[in-house]
T-cell receptor, first 111, second 116 residues
Framework: GQQLNQSPQSMFIQEGEDVSMNCTSSSIFNTWLWYKQDPGEGPVLLIALYKAGELTSNGRLTAQFGITRKDSFLNISASIPSDVGIYFCAGRGNQGGKLIFGQGTELSVKP | SAVISQKPSRDICQRGTSLTIQCQVDSQVTMMFWYRQQPGQSLTLIATANQGSEATYESGFVIDKFPISRPNLTFSTLTVSNMSPEDSSIYLC?????????????FGAGSRLTVL
């Protein structure tokens, strides 16, 4: 079945640093989504990508849908303490298909 | 996007008991889903709650262990039956929402269950 590999598993960075995380798939996806989960909360959608090569920004966050349709990355610029949380990528192979989640990247930001 | 309310938000349960989690959405939705997130793990789909018919379960999940109700287009329940410590997880309700014309998932805050 479809699998997503998300890396890194965890990151410890200093406030102000930029962060990059990525996901790769064993098969082609038509949709890539990036979610953030704060402690005690459900995942919240950050960015949605629907087209190969698409580059989308949401404030300090930028995500790209890889040209091969098998990967995506998320960048966070100038990190701040409230960026702390777990970031999940998710992909879908077709419009009606099941959403597959990556293993998550746990981000810690030191003030 | 839809607003989802889940309760209980957390509970501590005894081994062998059952607990029902409720999910209420502020608008009518076609698709409702139940996910499990074990400690330190990613999200795993348990089942799709279908209105007017039986839920559709993913591989590894069965109706006897996780019975689901979907009486209308805004409400669903998930029961975790005969609980054991391995059932300690966050259980998340989610619905399909539309973002720029495509479907994305919106999640509730989750129900954190600890089984002793």
């Amino acid at each position: 079945g479809q699998q997503l590999n998300q890396s890194p598993q965890s990151m410890f960075i200093q406030e102000g640093e930029d962060v990059s995380m990525n996901c790769t798939s064993s098969s082609i996806f038509n949709t890539w989504l990036w979610y953030k989960q704060d402690p005690g909360e459900g995942p919240v959608l950050l960015i949605a990508l629907y087209k190969a090569g698409e580059l989308t920004s949401n404030g300090r966050l930028t995500a790209q849908f890889g040209i091969t349709r098998k990967d995506s990355f998320l960048n966070i610029s100038a990190s701040i303490p409230s960026d702390v949380g777990i970031y999940f990528c998710a992909g879908r192979g077709n419009q009606g298909g099941k959403l597959i989640f990556g293993q998550g990247t746990e981000l810690s930001v030191k003030p | 996007s839809a607003v989802i309310s889940q309760k209980p938000s957390r509970d501590i349960c005894q081994r062998g008991t059952s607990l029902t989690i409720q999910c209420q959405v502020d608008s009518q939705v076609t698709m409702m889903f139940w996910y499990r997130q074990q400690p330190g793990q990613s999200l795993t789909l348990i089942a799709t709650a279908n209105q007017g018919s039986e839920a559709t379960y993913e591989s590894g999940f069965v109706i006897d262990k996780f019975p689901i109700s979907r009486p209308n287009l805004t409400f669903s329940t998930l029961t975790v039956s005969n609980m054991s410590p391995e059932d300690s997880s966050i259980y998340l309700c989610s619905v399909d929402s539309t973002d720029s014309g495509a479907n994305v998932l919106t999640f509730g805050a989750g129900s954190r269950l600890t089984v002793l």
